[in-house]
């Protein structure tokens, strides 16, 4: 089971640090990730990372700005959000991938039916 928090109303350029909490004894063998769903839109990629943490991969559009991270020992994947901008607005969907073969970087892992669990998501609004 996957909780996701930590979203929320911020300004234009301004911060958040989105946290996934996972349950059960799989998170450290599972690929992690971030995707969003903008209104009216698709569920999109964000960001993922490799089960020890030394691999992550981004979208463009969030190159530079965003980083992932996890800690295994707290069963828990993170998502900093940096210099938001309004096409950020989003539900942000944590996603866990335990049975999988891909690797972090690859075309799969942007898919979203390559992933195997999903948690609740949490909504960031951006306003100008």
């Known amino acids: 089971q996957l909780q996701a928090s930590g979203g929320g109303l911020v300004q234009v350029g301004g911060s958040l640090r989105l946290s996934c909490a996972a349950s059960?004894?799989?998170?450290?063998?599972?690929?992690m990730g971030w995707f969003r769903q903008a209104p009216g839109k698709e569920r999109d990629f964000v960001a993922a990372i490799s089960r020890l943490g030394t691999i992550t991969d981004y979208a463009d559009s969030v190159k530079g700005r965003f980083t992932v991270s996890r800690d295994n020992a707290k069963n828990t994947v993170y998502l900093q959000m940096n210099s938001l901008k309004p096409e950020d607005t989003a539900v942000y969907y944590c996603g866990a991938a335990y049975y999988q073969r891909w690797n972090v970087g690859s075309t799969q892992a942007k898919e979203v039916m390559e992933w195997d669990y999903w948690g609740q998501g949490t909504l960031v609004t951006v306003s100008s």
């Open positions: 059960g004894s799989t998170f450290s063998n599972s690929r």
